[in-house]
């Protein structure tokens, strides 16, 4: 954090102590802050400037939508909170080569997009959008916050043959938990804030969590999935990676890199592998590599519970 956040964490923890709900109200913003846009890496500069751009209307806001490759299947890609498509720059080389089409979109404050604000609802919408545009998806491919979205999406009706999910949660609870542990918040604190989130983003309905959980609400029957976590991440721990693997048992296939931290895995050698192999045979294709990791094994070797 910032000097600025680390002085809005510290008034958060002292309303804490007048109330959960005065800390709540008072970190609920921290909590929504995105920070100024994340630039493009050098290293992905050439990807990024070799897409085909076009406007993407979500929401009444313009979006910045990119695409690469001409193949007659489409993989959409969806990158996570403060990220930006050019992230993916690794695995659109690894899948452009193999004849697929990539899309992928900027969300609202993030990117090249515009913006000050921005919530789950603009990455469900900007989904939407990109089928509407694109139609049926071959894969979708997400990262982070934009794997929960991804999830999400297909969970609620967007088509898709396959996902994966790159360093991804498998609950959205799992964020506001997080969030109160690095502020330094007690339970009941971070339980008025996911109350008073949950108000403010999807006011319609009464408990909005267990929209967003992978282990309450799988992906579709037979729909595989690919899950790509890294041990040292620091942002998701891989815990969530291995709950959100068992809930999707056979059909699912999780692969964990070491030493590459929440963005780096994107283009550990380990990660395109596992997902070019998993796009073009699907869960056949990653057993092949031999690199998959039981769930078991992995539960052993992290500390986590399955």
């Known amino acids: 954090m910032s000097r600025a956040l680390l002085a809005v964490a510290a008034t958060v923890r002292a309303a804490e102590r007048v109330s959960p709900e005065a800390a709540a109200r008072l970190a609920l913003p921290l ?24 406007t993407l209307r979500v929401r009444g806001r313009d979006l910045v ?25 690794p695995i659109i080389r690894e899948l452009r080569s193999e004849g697929f089409r990539l899309v992928a979109f900027d969300a609202p404050a993030n990117g090249d997009s515009a913006g000050r604000r921005t919530d789950i609802r603009d990455w469900l919408a900007a989904i939407e959008a990109m089928q509407s545009r694109h139609g049926r998806f071959h894969t979708i491919i997400g990262h982070s916050f934009g794997a929960m979205a991804a999830r999400t999406a297909v969970t609620e009706g967007v088509a898709a043959g396959a996902v994966v999910a790159i360093g991804g ?12 542990g690095r502020v330094g918040i007690g339970p009941a604190s971070a339980d008025a804030l996911a109350l008073r989130f949950g108000r403010r983003v999807l006011p319609h309905l009464a408990d909005p969590w267990p929209r967003f959980d992978g282990v309450a609400a799988p992906l579709p029957e037979r729909m595989p999935l690919l899950v790509v976590h890294d041990r040292t991440d620091r942002e998701v721990a891989v815990g969530e990676a291995i709950r959100l693997h068992a809930a999707h048992g056979d059909r699912s296939r999780l692969v964990v890199t070491d030493g590459h ?31 998959t990791v039981d769930v078991v094994r992995a539960a052993e070797a992290t500390g986590a519970a399955t």
């Open 169 to 180: 949660m498998a609950a959205a609870r799992t964020l506001v938990d997080t969030f109160a």
């Open 261 to 291: 931290g929440h963005n780096r895995v994107l283009g550990a050698d380990a990660a395109l592998d596992a997902i070019t192999a998993f796009v073009t045979g699907g869960p056949a294709g990653v057993d092949a590599l031999g690199r």
């Open 31 to 54: 909590f929504m802050h995105i920070g100024s846009p994340l630039p493009v890496r050098p290293a992905d500069r050439a990807i990024h400037d070799a897409a085909r751009r076009s």
């Open 65 to 89: 939508a990119y695409e690469w490759g001409g193949g007659p299947d489409t993989i959409l890609l969806v990158h996570g909170w403060r990220g930006r498509a050019s992230q993916f720059a």
